[in-house]
């Protein structure tokens, strides 16, 4: 691909998130929509039908690609199916932009990392939320207030979804929490090292399971983070990016979450150049130019995994009461990952990481 060739791409997955996709890719610049692809073909057709033009469908988006020579899918699937789908991408030579959480637990997506070593395809994961311009001002005001201590959210919402969120044992933690967890990590430019986490459920709440949540977490450095939230709070709504206070020896920044952050201190802000991406629109084009320049993205897989490890801590921090430590649930997925590894390039991969913590973040960011 040149720089004036369009990135043709395979849409897999044209549910609800796959169809707001596929709107965003159809009106990306340097973009082209080649294929849609679900396992329910009725489904894709759909999706296509509501474009102005002809678009190709199938169930199987790695046939798809071929067949339309496309170069790239972007994985809109479920989570269970982010895996296989983007596991088969992958080792048919496609790049991958996929849809968050990499995959359900922290051992698949240690699978991801090493099958995109394996093949030499990008991998990027769409943390939507990290492509706010807001957050990329608030990250910008962590510079400017000297040594940081601590970083909170506030996340209270009434949400009435129906279906299987309000089935899961812990819907804010593992459907909403890595959002904000993603987001930490990104204005402090620090890591995970620890997480407390207690979650409890309401006696009003509507949800089967721990709809309420406070996790703190240790991150190198020391500055901690801490995430309090609720899905079952009648009331004063915050913003779904929640409510942000940073809070450093020079003062203070604060975010709403919907308007731009103030600091508040003895802080004289330098001047910087406004985040160019927002969205899944900006993750779009990160990817793209990535694939163009060959530099890796934020949120090239490595890079993202810790996220994850951040909500599988908190999950087993709220279900055993006691603080885990985040080397320890990388150890410990490091080791499922090698159990349940199939392919041999990428067992072999996986067993010759260092450590795992050194492999992923040794890549830019």
Known sequence: MTLADPLRVVLVGAGLMGRAWRDVIEAAPGVELAGIADIDPATAEAAAEALARPVPTGTDGVALAAATGARAIVNATVPEAHHPVTTA???????????????????????????????????????????????????AMAEDLGTLGALTTEFFREAHFGGFREEMDHPLLVDMAIHPFDSARFVLGAEPVSAYCEAHNPPWSWFAGHASATAVFEMTGGVRYTYTGSW???????????????SGEKGSAHWDGDNDPVVVGDVDPAPRPAAPYSGIEGALLVFTDALRTGVPPMGEVHENVLSLAMVEAAVRSADT?????????????????????????VRDALAAWPSVREVLTARPS
């Open 232 to 246: 079952v709070s009648p009331g004063r709504q915050t913003s779904w990016n929640g409510e942000w206070r940073l």
């Open 89 to 139: 991408a992958l080792f048919a030579g496609l790049d991958v932009l996929g849809e968050k959480p990499v995959a359900p637990t922290v051992a698949e997506a240690l699978s991801l990392a090493a099958a995109s070593e394996v093949t030499g395809r990008l991998f990027m994961v769409s943390q939507s939320r990290r492509w706010n311009p807001q957050l990329f001002a608030l990250r």
């Open 321 to 345: 009461g006691r603080r885990v430590l985040i080397d320890d649930v990388l150890a410990e997925a490091h080791a499922e990952a090698l159990r349940r590894e199939t392919h041999p390039d």
